[in-house]
């Protein structure tokens, strides 16, 4: 694209269940359904996806379909046991379905412009390896609103993430990852649950125009 955007995501994978209804916006019908995307090193990535009814047909079946997926990383508050959990996903702006003249091998690219809303968390894992949590905002170019997402680095652009104050904007490049985990809920009750974030495998810090 020719456009500079500061939120563009490009994922090549495969459909991995029905459109589900979502939501309702200005008599648009969106849809959710998932995107797996395979690493090199074979583990696979489950990525959630919002669509309009525009782009698709919701009565069809794409199970089973590659697909290649132009959008923006996105997030807003969901209510869950009366607290407020941060739900991510892939707003679809354009998709294409591979046919007998295009073949889509997975691939799985971001890149996000925006503001490191709070103060990055450097530790050693206990294997020795660097790594860094940073929450990105991101400042869609409509509606006046902003996308939190969470990034993590490791090693050298872990190091230097870490140096970076609050309000400092940074460019990342890197691929959506996700990974599941055990929620504890009560002394008795456990929910498995799937994060999502950012890998980041390039970082450049913006500087401030004179």
């Known amino acids: ?9 490009i994922i090549c994978g ?13 008599e648009k019908n969106y849809y959710t359904a998932d995107l797996i995307v395979s ?6 990535d489950i990525i959630p996806l919002v669509i309009s009814e ?27 046991r009366n607290k407020t959990h941060l739900k991510l996903s892939v707003f679809v702006e354009d998709i294409h379905f591979e046919n007998e003249l295009s073949e ?16 990055p968390k450097f530790r050693i894992t206990p294997l020795g390896r660097e790594i860094v949590d940073v929450m990105l905002a991101v400042n869609r170019s409509y509606g006046n ?27 990342v490049k890197g691929r959506i990852q996700s990974r599941e985990y055990i929620k504890k809920l009560s002394q008795t009750e ?8 950012v890998s980041i495998s390039r970082v450049e810090r913006k500087r401030e125009s004179a």
């Open 14 to 26: 495969e459909l991995a269940s029905d459109f589900a209804y979502s939501h309702t916006v200005c």
């Open 145 to 171: 609103k902003s996308d939190y997402i969470p990034c993590i680095a490791w090693e050298r652009e872990a190091r230097y993430i870490s140096q970076f104050d609050v309000g400092t904007q940074i460019r």
């Open 54 to 80: 525009r782009l698709v047909n919701i009565y069809e079946d794409y199970r089973g379909r590659r697909a290649k997926i132009i959008g923006q990383f996105q997030s807003h508050n969901l209510q869950m």
């Open 39 to 44: 690493r090199f090193s074979k583990r696979q």
């Open 104 to 119: 889509f091998v997975d691939s799985n690219d971001i890149i996000l412009d925006g503001f490191i809303c709070k103060q």
């Open 1 to 9: 694209m020719d456009e500079i955007k500061n939120n563009e995501v």
């Open 190 to 197: 456990c929910e498995k649950r799937i994060a999502y974030e």
